[in-house]
């Protein structure tokens, strides 16, 4: 069947630091990765989309500064956060997508900052 | 950019008793629609997906969609305090690939 890894699951960083967090697709392969951030009492926002082949689009109030993402191939993607502050703060989801309609959500990274 | 609206924020049922959760949506260009279920702590479960107007039902959760009333909704048949958690709907537009998340609504169960 088709999963998503991430990990760390869980991790702890000081404020300032950098973080880095990876995605591994297994089973299917993932033309586009998208990288959403949760933070405490919000939904989910979209941080970038990268997909194969194109260049990776960053939504508004994300930027390739902050968020660096690396798309080597179709079974992973990482995205470092730097320079980490308390606002950073959250669940870090990773959605791999294959085709017209399958999305597989990873179980997330959880980043606290201190 | 389609926004999304969530209702009701919380909801408590009793067990057994169905549960109903909305969504509304700004436009009708998304033509793929999911709910979602987070319970505390932890990672997106994936609960139903839609794609055309209609009914859609997975085990115990019911999808319905009408896209001429911007409208999506949940109904969860037989709710378990363990179905407790909070539950967001997603839509996305093919070859978009962009989902766009409603705020939740957070479920409990009551035995």
């Known amino acids: 069947g088709a999963l998503v890894y991430q990990y760390p699951r869980r991790t702890i960083c000081k404020s300032g630091t950098s973080m880095r967090m990876e995605c591994q697709a297994v089973g299917f392969q993932a033309t586009s990765v998208a990288w959403y951030r949760q933070s405490p009492q919000k939904t989910f926002e979209l941080i970038a989309l990268?997909?194969?082949?194109?260049?990776?689009?960053?939504e508004q109030n994300f930027t390739q500064e902050k968020f660096p993402i690396s798309h080597p191939n179709l079974s992973f993607s990482s995205m470092t956060v730097l320079n980490a502050y308390l606002e950073d703060r959250g669940l870090y989801l990773c959605g791999a997508r294959t085709g017209r309609d399958t999305q597989y959500f990873g179980p997330g990274t959880r980043l606290l900052v201190l | 950019q389609q926004k999304v609206q969530q209702s009701p924020e919380s909801l408590t049922v009793s067990e057994g008793a169905m549960a109903s959760l909305n969504c509304t949506f700004s436009?009708?260009?998304?033509?793929?629609f999911r709910w979602y279920r987070q319970h505390s702590g932890k990672g997106l479960e994936v609960l139903v997906s839609?794609?055309?107007?209609g009914e859609k039902e997975e085990g115990r959760f019911t999808a319905h969609l009408n896209r001429a009333s911007l409208h999506v909704s949940l109904h969860i048949r037989e709710p378990q305090p363990s179905d407790s958690a909070v539950y967001l709907c997603a839509m996305s537009n093919t070859g978009n690939y962009k989902y766009v998340f409603g705020a939740g609504t957070r479920l409990k169960v009551i035995a």
């Open positions: 990268s997909t194969v082949n194109s260049a990776i689009k960053y």
């Open positions: 839609i794609f055309s107007d």
């Open positions: 436009d009708g260009t998304s033509d793929n």
